[in-house]
Nanobody
Framework: QVHMVESGGGLVQAGGSLRLSCTAS????????MGWFRQGLGKEREFVAAITWSSDSAFYADSVKGRFTISRDVAKNTVYLQMSALKPEDTAVYSCAAGRPALVRITTGYDYWGQGTQVTVSS
């Protein structure tokens, strides 16, 4: 059984930084894409960033490009999301996902999801 567990969320002031972690277990993820999505209160889930497990290619939403960095540690089966210059509009529940999506920015195709971790950015 696959488990995806996020950690690292919390409350931070605008301009601050946080690092989210997502540790996956239960299978090998070679050939998979690992993604981060977020959902603000009353909003739809939106793509944040993704990385290919094997080739380390990264993709970002325009809203976070230059502020967030996604990375992975293959030995630890863990994906990270380093978030800097945080803004109040970044407030959301952040979830990691794994799958083989046709389009990395779309939730369809991600087979495994974590429960999410809350990130709150105060102004």
């Amino acid at each position: 059984q696959v488990h995806m567990v996020e950690s690292g969320g919390g409350l931070v002031q605008a301009g601050g930084s946080l690092r989210l972690s997502c540790t996956a277990s239960g299978r090998t993820f070679s050939g998979y894409v690992m993604g981060w999505f977020r959902q603000g209160l009353g909003k739809e889930r939106e793509f944040v960033a993704a990385i290919t497990w094997s080739s380390d290619s990264a993709f970002y939403a325009d809203s976070v490009k230059g502020r967030f960095t996604i990375s992975r540690d293959v030995a630890k089966n863990t994906v990270y999301l380093q978030m800097s210059a945080l803004k109040p509009e970044d407030t959301a529940v952040y979830s990691c996902a794994a799958g083989r999506p046709a389009l990395v920015r779309i939730t369809t195709g991600y087979d495994y999801w974590g429960q999410g971790t809350q990130v709150t950015v105060s102004s």
